[in-house]
C-alpha cells in the first residue's frame, strides 16, 4: 500500500540538488565553500558521534526502561494460551492440552519437532507434512511476540522481532523455557530486549542524535556563511559559476542525506505499513533508494 508513491523520493532527491546548485551559483563561491565544507563536517562528525552516544544511551536508559514494559505485556499475556489457540486455530481440527503444551515448551530441547509429533498424536493421524507445520508454527511464535511487543513499544521494534524470529526460530526455542516460572517473566523479557529489541532501539536513538546534531552544526554552518559572504569580492565568471555549480551538487548529495535520516527515522519510529513512507515503495525508487540504504545500514 502507497507504493504508487515511489516516485515523489526521486523528485525529492532531484529537487535537492537542484536547488543546492542553483543557490551555491547565485551566491557566490565562497559562500559555496564554505557551506559544503561545513555540511560535509557537520555530517562526519554527526555520523561519528551518534554511534558512540546512542549505545550508551540505550545501555543506561531505555533497556531497562523497555525490559520492564515487555515483562508487564508478558503477564497480561498467557503466551501458552496464545500458543494453544494458534496451533487449534491452524484447522487441524485438535484440542491442545495446556500441561501437555508446558512441558514440551518448558523442555527446552527439540520443541518444534516435540510439538509436531505431539500435534500429530492428539487424534492419532498425521496433521501436514513437517516442513509445513513448522513454518506455520514460526509464524505464530513471530505473530505472538509481535503482538505482545506492540503493546507498549514499538510497531516497528514488533516488525523487526517478528522477522528475526522467522529468521531464526532455533534462537526462539530458547525462549520458552523462560517461562517456566510462574512467579516472574522478567528472564523472558530480558531475552526478548536483548535478542529482538536492541537494535531496533538503538538505530532509533542513533537517528535522533543525529538529527540533533546534523541541525545544530548545520546552524553554525550558516553563520559562518553568512560571516563569509560579507568578504566575497570574487567577480563571477564562467569557471566560478562552474566549480560554484559542481559544489552545489556536492551539498546537495549532503542535504539528501539529511532528509534520508530524517524519513529513517519515521519510518523506524512508525511503521513498514504507513501509507507513504514504506519499505515498497522506497525499494521502487531509481536513486532514493541507495541512500535510504546507506542510513538503514550504518
Known amino acids: 500500500m502507497g507504493a504508487q508513491f515511489w516516485w515523489f523520493y526521486d523528485v525529492i532527491v532531484a529537487a535537492a ?39 550508551s544511551l540505550y545501555s543506561m536508559a531505555v533497556r531497562k526502561s523497555n525490559i520492564k514494559k515487555m515483562d508487564q505485556s508478558l503477564e497480561e499475556d498467557d503466551y501458552m494460551d496464545s500458543l494453544a489457540r494458534y496451533i487449534e486455530n491452524l484447522g487441524y481440527n485438535v484440542s491442545v492440552d495446556r500441561g501437555q503444551l508446558e ?8 520443541i518444534d519437532t516435540k510439538l509436531y509429533t505431539y500435534v500429530n498424536n492428539i487424534n492419532g ?47 526462539f526455542s530458547r525462549f520458552m523455557p523462560l517461562l517456566k516460572d510462574p512467579d516472574t517473566k522478567r528472564p523472558a523479557a530480558e531475552f526478548i530486549v536483548d535478542n529482538y529489541l536492541a537494535k531496533p532501539y538503538i ?13 545544530f552544526f548545520v546552524i553554525i554552518t550558516i553563520f559562518i556563511e553568512t560571516a563569509a559572504g560579507k568578504n566575497n569580492h570574487m567577480e563571477p565568471s564562467i569557471i566560478t559559476h562552474t566549480i560554484s555549480g559542481l559544489i552545489g551538487l556536492l551539498k546537495g548529495v549532503v542535504v539528501v542525506v539529511i532528509i534520508t535520516v530524517m524519513i529513517r527515522l519515521y519510518v523506524v519510529l512508525g511503521s513498514n505499513k504507513m501509507l507513504f513512507f514504506n519499505h515498497e515503495a522506497i525499494e521502487k525508487t531509481w536513486v532514493f533508494k541507495y541512500f535510504y540504504n546507506f542510513i538503514k545500514d550504518m
Open 17 to 55: 540538488i537542484l536547488v543546492c546548485m542553483f543557490i551555491t551559483i547565485k551566491r557566490g563561491i565562497m559562500k559555496a565553500a564554505v557551506s559544503f565544507v561545513g555540511f560535509a563536517l557537520a555530517l562526519v562528525v554527526a555520523f561519528s558521534l551518534s554511534s558512540s552516544l546512542s549505545d
Open 103 to 110: 512441558n514440551i515448551c518448558f523442555s527446552g530441547e527439540d
Open 125 to 171: 493421524r498425521k496433521v501436514d507434512e513437517e516442513s509445513a507445520f513448522l513454518n506455520k508454527l514460526y509464524e505464530g511464535y513471530a505473530s505472538i511476540i509481535s503482538g505482545v511487543i506492540s503493546k507498549q513499544l514499538s510497531q516497528y521494534s514488533a516488525e523487526y522481532a517478528a522477522e528475526m524470529i522467522r529468521t531464526n526460530p532455533g534462537q
Open 203 to 215: 538505530s532509533q536513538i542513533k537517528l535522533i542524535v543525529l538529527i540533533m546534531m546534523l541541525i
